[in-house]
């Protein structure tokens, strides 16, 4: 299953904290990277280099040039899940693409209350944000995690 990485942080200790569409967040280790991948060793000896870590385009996983990076399978399979306050969020558009909806089902959902705003979702702005756990409840498991991808 693709993870989509939405953000990325890097943390003293040669740490990423990985934040990913499904609203899950986990700390990946890159000590790890150095002992299996030698390029990484760069990183170690520019700091520079290591804190301009970022979000590779769709999101697919982190990128600090054009020789050194990590997949979203990399990050999500051997990061350490963690918590945060933002776990189990997601916008609108990561959950109808995990789930295989359209946003205007999301939106009919909430005006015939079966999605209660400022409990299920709620709107930042411009941008609807929905918990997992009522995406499950309403819709079942993600599409892709039903094999349907």
């Known amino acids: ?3 989509k990485v939405k953000s990325v ?17 986990k700390i990946y280790d890159l000590s790890q ?18 804190y301009s870590a ?10 600090w040039n054009d020789d050194i990076d990590l997949s979203c399978d990399e990050l ?3 990061g350490e899940q963690t918590s945060s306050p933002f776990d189990g969020l997601m916008a609108f558009s ?14 009919k959902a909430i005006a015939y209350g079966k999605l ?3 409990v299920d979702v709620c709107k930042y702005g411009k941008q609807w944000i929905i918990t997992k756990a009522a995406m499950i409840r309403e819709y079942g498991a993600p ?5 349907n991808v």
């Open 1 to 3: 299953m693709f993870h």
């Open 9 to 25: 942080n890097v943390l003293p200790d040669y740490k990423l904290s990985v934040q990913f569409a499904e609203g899950e967040t």
């Open 33 to 50: 990277a150095f002992e299996r991948w030698p390029v990484f060793s760069a990183l170690k000896s520019d700091s520079n280099l290591y």
């Open 54 to 63: 970022f979000v590779d385009v769709g999101g697919y996983g982190v990128v």
């Open 76 to 78: 999500w399979e051997n």
């Open 94 to 107: 990561d959950a109808t693409e995990l789930w295989g909806l359209h946003e205007s089902t999301l939106r």
């Open 116 to 118: 209660v705003n400022g």
């Open 143 to 147: 599409k892709k995690e039903r094999g």
